[in-house]
């Protein structure tokens, strides 16, 4: 079966940092993908890892194992306008597959 | 260059009837994608088409269907619709299969 699992909400507060796991099991990998949403609009795509270890962008990097089945992204210097759902989706075969998304709220 | 365009952005209707959405994806993307998102459910992978072919379709029953024209625009149907079917549809395109996806701004779809 297909399986994406990232906790349901996270805080934190304005210049912290913050890591949203993601664990994965599906029949296929073509690779991981977070996107950024925030309320009432669009998902906007944040990175791509189809190799182990961390891709750095800007304030965001993510991290992937395939062999353990787990992503990270992480997030540096929080700011306010951070505060929106990080969906994690996986590859496998065409389709994507996302997991259910994480509400993350940033606090002065 | 211009994003994935949807229309309609917001739409009404009652139990039965059935509805038709369009999406235009990036020039030169050729893979179109169709998501259904509720809060309960999170985004739900719906179907794929690339070159005009369904490549891939998720679990969702036959009453929702989908066709891609030769300029790579999309459409997706929903006919019976019922209470359960409302929810914001989102069209994703990429340049290819497997290829990153870029998401339009979604059809809030409310079923009465």
């Known amino acids: 079966g297909q399986n994406i699992d990232q906790p349901t909400e996270m805080t934190a507060t304005e210049g912290a940092i913050v890591q949203i796991n993601c664990t994965y099991q599906t029949s296929g990998f073509n690779g991981l993908f977070w996107y950024q949403q925030h309320a009432g609009e669009a998902p906007t795509f944040l990175s791509y890892n189809v190799l182990d270890g961390l891709e750095e962008k800007g304030r965001f990097s993510s991290f992937l194992s395939r062999s353990k089945g787990y992503s990270y992204l992480l997030l540096k210097e929080l700011q306010m306008k951070d505060s929106a759902s990080y969906l994690c989706?996986?590859?496998?075969?065409?389709?994507?597959?996302f997991g259910k998304g994480t509400t993350l709220s940033v606090s002065s | 260059k211009a994003g994935v365009t949807q229309t309609p952005r917001y739409l009404i209707k009652t139990r039965g009837q059935q509805v038709t959405l369009s999406c235009s994806p990036i020039s030169g993307h050729r893979s179109v994608s169709w998501y259904q998102q509720t809060p309960g459910q999170g985004l739900q992978f719906l179907f794929e088409y690339f070159s005009e072919t369904q490549r891939n379709k998720g679990n969702f029953p036959g009453r929702f269907s989908g066709r891609q024209f030769s300029n790579s625009r999309s459409e997706m149907n929903v006919s019976t619709l019922e209470l359960g079917d409302s929810a914001l549809y989102l069209c994703a395109s990429g340049k290819r299969d497997g290829d990153t996806q870029y998401f339009g701004p979604g059809t809030r779809l409310t079923v009465l």
């Open positions: 989706a996986v590859i496998g075969g065409t389709a994507l597959i």
